[in-house]
């Protein structure tokens, strides 16, 4: 079935550091795919995303580019700040409208 | 309403009683999605509506779980005979039905069973 998986975490890094979190999903058809961010006391929040192959998404310096060929979505973003610590979750949507995510990365930013 | 409401925010409850917990989605919203999330884990898919009906209840873990939409709009997930392990966050999204349109979620209800 459709999911997606996500490099585990805890990532700790200093700041103005460049960040990498891998994922890769599995699906039939064409989905959609999001990062989602998890502030800490808040909620699940879109970050960005992508619908459709060689798509780039990007948000507050973060960028996440679809692609097919190794069926990633890998989330960059080029100097990390202390505020963007968070937990970061890689989700998939199907062309049926479901949505599925990974398991999360927990990224702690350190001055 | 502006987003998505969940209550209560926080329920505890004795292991072996019966809980429902409510979701009101985005207005316009025929999506509805549930998760459960457990300290440190990604939320897991429990049902998902699209209007009245369930169009995915395969994440439900057992039939102590069940989740009903009558009218389209507000959902209810009913959890019987609760067990210590029900205890997590339960969070609630929505989105328009087409299109690879995100989903907003709901601040989640903490249920503890004790």
């Known amino acids: 079935g459709d999911s997606v998986t996500q490099m585990e975490g805890p990532v700790t890094l200093s700041e103005e550091a460049f960040l990498t979190i891998n994922c890769t999903y599995t699906?039939?058809?064409?989905?959609?795919l999001f990062w989602y961010v998890q502030y800490p006391g808040e909620g699940l929040q879109l970050l960005l995303k992508?619908?459709?192959?060689?798509d780039k998404g990007s948000n507050k310096g973060f960028e996440a580019t679809y692609r097919k060929e190794t069926t990633s979505f890998h989330l960059e973003k080029g100097s990390v700040q202390v505020s963007d610590s968070a937990v970061y979750f890689c989700?998939?949507?199907?062309?049926?409208?479901?949505?599925?995510f990974g398991t999360g990365t927990r990224l702690t930013v350190i001055p | 309403g502006a987003g998505v409401s969940q209550t209560p925010s926080n329920k505890v409850t004795e292991k072996g009683k019966y809980v429902e917990l409510r979701c009101d989605p985005i207005?316009?919203?025929?999506?509805l999605y549930w998760y459960r999330q457990s300290l440190g884990q990604g939320p897991e898919f429990l049902i998902y509506?699209?209007?009245?009906?369930?169009?995915?209840d395969s994440g439900l873990p057992n039939d102590r779980f069940f989740a009903v939409r009558p009218e389209g709009s507000v959902s209810t997930l009913k959890i019987q005979r609760t067990e210590r392990g029900d205890s997590a966050v339960y969070l609630c999204?929505?989105?328009?039905?087409?299109?690879?349109?995100?989903?907003?979620f709901g601040q989640g209800t903490r249920l503890t069973v004790v």
């Open positions: 999204a929505s989105s328009l039905k087409h299109g690879p349109t995100e989903a907003f």
């Open positions: 699906a039939t058809g064409y989905p959609s």
């Open positions: 992508a619908t459709k192959a060689d």
């Open positions: 989700a998939l949507k199907t062309g049926a409208n479901n949505l599925f």
């Open positions: 207005s316009g919203h025929t999506a």
């Open positions: 509506f699209q209007g009245t009906g369930a169009a995915d």
